[in-house]
């Protein structure tokens, strides 16, 4: 009975942080360029991804990034930024 309760509230904790999180706010979580860069070609979507060699989430999300690219070739072009 206390696991159960206990996983309750767990669940319920869970259920709250992750409604917490809001959406994000132009200017304080990101700013919109202006005006928009330039893309090679305007039938295309162009991602650029900005990685930085000492950032475990960057070196973590890598192998995913480049399956992802893969798979999307066709109607996405990519770059990247790496930071040093």
Do not use: N
């Amino acid at each position: 009975m206390v696991f159960r309760l206990l996983s309750v509230f767990c669940g319920l904790c869970l259920a709250f942080a992750a409604h917490a999180q809001g959406t994000p706010v132009e200017g304080v979580d990101y700013i919109e360029l202006r005006p928009p860069q330039s893309v090679e070609s305007s039938d295309r979507v162009e991602v650029l991804e900005f990685f930085w060699y000492r950032c475990p989430h960057c070196y973590a999300l890598e192998p995913e990034l480049e399956a992802w690219a893969k798979r999307l070739r066709a109607t996405c072009s990519s770059g990247a930024h790496r930071g040093s």
